[in-house]
């Protein structure tokens, strides 16, 4: 009896099954902060092996503070009244004592505004200096290999503004370079090998759309920089190595296409062109890191029309698996961080979204992640 060789063919396997991204988090709980949280940032503030979170929240010109317990969750928030709506955070130990301080870039106010940590978990003011005009972001390295941490700060009016730090908690005016169109982000790293702090800077005005490569020449100051082109209205830079070759390389958020772009380093402090991924809808802000242990880095970004996570892993060349994993946030969701609940390394990370529409901060944990109970929470 002849037998259809279809049906050998449709009991096959079928080599275009479409990929089916891994499940890693869950969501666990969400806190009130203060009205348009911009930022949020681990840090351990009172120094008890516990994470705590700190928000930036520009629509009430505070800072909010929520410390953890050390299971996941963290006890209700303490606001600080601070400068004229601050847009972003950098963390250091600018005075040099054991607790971690903070330097605010005060869009609002053209300043830049330093707070010095304390025992109790909470803030003091200290200096302010004035900018011109509206910081937009912060970074914090030390340039000058002085054993200080210095601050470089991008002004909406096309400048990058240094200023070196003393130790002591002050600083002083450094280098000013005006460049680029509409700068976003900054971040900094030693991308040429040489132990030179360099600078990445986001261009995201209409005549530029790139990421701007500046050399550091180890004393505070940069090189003409290096332009790579974005996807449209770049907002954020930050470093991985995405190809396993132990060089950096960058991950950019463009704003509009929905996209983000990856540029592979050479490690002369010089990249490949980048190689465009999608995301969902608004993408705000993104984070790479290994999420499902593959010793690939993956990718996890806030899509702020979409009001989304998404989580894409890494081929371990600068490309991804698609479609992404997708986690429903809290409305506006805006900025993102990956955090640990206590500091023990060996801890799977959790991941904290700013939602900048709801004035929350929301926490997704890892499914494997074991130090941590799972007590009863409200859904998204």
Not at 13 to 38: H, I, M, R
Request: charged share 20%; glycine share 12%.
């Amino acid at each position: 009896m002849a037998i259809s060789a279809s049906l050998f063919i449709s009991s096959g396997c079928n080599k275009q099954d479409p990929y089916a991204p891994p499940d890693l988090f869950y969501y666990f709980a969400s806190y009130k902060v203060g009205k348009n949280p911009t930022t949020v940032t681990p840090t351990d503030v009172n120094q008890d092996g516990f994470t705590d979170l700190v928000t930036t929240n520009i629509g009430s010109n505070t800072l909010s503070i929520l410390l953890g317990n050390g299971d996941g969750t963290f006890r209700d928030q303490v606001q600080l009244n601070v400068c004229k709506e601050p847009r972003s955070l950098a963390l250091g130990m600018f005075n040099r004592d054991a607790y971690p301080d903070v330097v605010l870039a005060c869009s609002g106010g053209d300043e830049v505004s330093v707070l010095f940590g304390r025992a109790d978990g909470k803030f003091e003011e200290g200096p302010r200096y004035p900018v011109h005009r509206t910081p937009i972001a912060i970074a914090s390295e030390d340039l000058n290999g002085d054993q200080a941490p210095d601050l470089v700060v991008a002004l909406r009016n096309d400048k990058i503004k240094v200023f070196l730090g003393t130790g002591t908690g002050e600083f002083t005016h450094g280098a000013q370079y005006e460049y680029g169109d509409t700068p976003t982000s900054v971040a900094m790293a030693d991308l040429s090998g040489d132990g030179k702090i360099d600078l990445a800077v986001t261009n995201g005005g209409p005549m530029s759309n790139a990421v701007s490569i500046w050399k550091g020449n180890g004393d505070g100051t940069f090189r003409l920089p290096t332009d790579y082109r974005t996807g449209k209205r770049p907002l954020g830079v930050s470093f991985a190595d995405f190809n396993r070759d132990r060089i950096l390389d960058l991950l950019v958020i463009n704003g509009q296409q929905d996209s983000f772009t990856t540029f592979l380093g050479v490690g002369n402090g010089t990249f490949l062109p980048g190689k465009d991924s999608g995301a969902d809808a608004g993408p705000n802000f993104g984070y790479a890191r290994d999420f499902n242990g593959d010793s690939r880095i993956d990718v996890a970004i806030v899509n702020l029309q979409s009001s989304d996570l998404s989580i894409l892993f890494g081929r371990g060349d600068g490309t991804f698996e698609y479609p992404p994993r997708n986690y429903r946030t809290k409305p506006g969701p805006f900025a993102l961080a990956t955090f640990r609940v206590t500091t023990k390394e060996e801890e799977e990370p959790g991941l904290v979204t700013a939602d900048n529409g709801n004035g929350s901060v929301s926490v997704f944990l890892h499914r494997g992640l074991k130090a941590v109970s799972t007590p009863v929470a409200p859904s998204p």
